[in-house]
Each structure stands twice: as C-alpha cells, then as structure tokens.
C-alpha cells in the first residue's frame, strides 16, 4: 500500500484559511498540518484550540512552517520553536520552510537542529538529514494540475512513503499571499485524492506514523 501525508502549509496565515483547513479536518481529508506561529492573532484562539483538539482526538500532525526574515537562520529557528510551544503546549510534530530561499546557511541551520531534536522535516535542500518519507522529497500539489493527479498517484510506488504539500482556503481579501486565488482549488484537489484512495491503493499517514 502507498502511504501519503497530506500536509496543508499555512495554518495561522489568515482565519478564513484556517477554517477551510479545520473543515479538512473534520471530513477526514488532511492528516497533517504546519502553522505559521509568527502570523497568529488573538482573534485565532478558538481555531487554536480546535487544532490542539484534532491533533489529539484525530492524530493530526501538527508542524511549525518556518518563516525566515533575516539570515541568523538558527536563531529564529528557536524563537519560532518557543512562540509554538507557548502557542500549543506541545514541540511540532516535523518543520518546513515557507518559501525557502533554498541556501545552503538556511538548509544547514534547519538540518542541525532537525538532528539535534529528532525531527522530522522537509526535503527542501540537496543534502539534508532527517527527512523520514521513503520518497525524500515533497511533492508540490498546488503547482499540479486537477487532471494530472491521476498520472501522479499511479506512479506512486507500493509500500513507499510520500509527502503532497498544498495550501488549502477560501479566498481571502485582505490577505496578500501570492497564491490567494489557486487555494479553492487546492480543496478540490485534496478531496479527490482522499475520494479515490482505495482505487489507488493509498493509506493516508502523518508525520508521526513514519
């Protein structure tokens, strides 16, 4: 059987995208998720706490999406561990990195304390450690075509592990992010995948179940 984590980015970049992740949820179609603590506001909490819910009761995999805005990489790094310690109560199930600029400092502080802390992580850089899918990547779901999942999931080999990144949400107007409009249909893609997995032979997993 193929094993696959569906990981949504960008929980804690707008409330309305939160709610559609949280709606994932609820139906079954996410098993993971990575929260940009940094981008959390107090008008958040009862989603928060709704999250920490379905990590708990659903075994969702909670993860830190890292958002970089100097170079002391390390640093930031454990300040954005604390922010979503305070925020949650428990250490991140794996860390990713929203937008990474892909440089070596950067791969190489994520990969230290990856190591040092025994977590799991995106495959984001050419050599880094602790990356737990038998695949060793990520595969971009929101840069793939609706019609193009089914070549995708095919190709997928048995008893191998994959991870699909997408960005799940409702359209927000006053959010600024780059992808915006492509995230409603990042919701269909997801469902469709979730619909079909016993014809593709998939068991959706999460970062902690590899």
Partial sequence: MKKLIINADDFG???????????LIRENFLSSTTVMVSKITGNQSSQINELIEFKNSKNI?????LVFKTDSYYDEI???IEMFMDTFDFFPSHLDVHKSCGSEAEGMAVEKFCLENDLP?????????NVRTTDKKVIDGTDIELDDLNELLEEMDENNSYEI???PGTYDPECESSLNKDRELDIEKIKYICLNAEIFNIKLI???KL
């Fill in 165 to 167: 990144l997408f960005h």
């Fill in 78 to 80: 454990e300040e954005q």
């Fill in 206 to 208: 999460n970062f902690n």
């Fill in 13 to 23: 970049y707008s409330e309305i995208f939160n709610e559609s992740i949280l709606d």
């Fill in 61 to 65: 995999s909670v993860g830190l999406h």
């Fill in 121 to 129: 992580c995106r495959k984001s850089w050419e050599s880094l450690g």
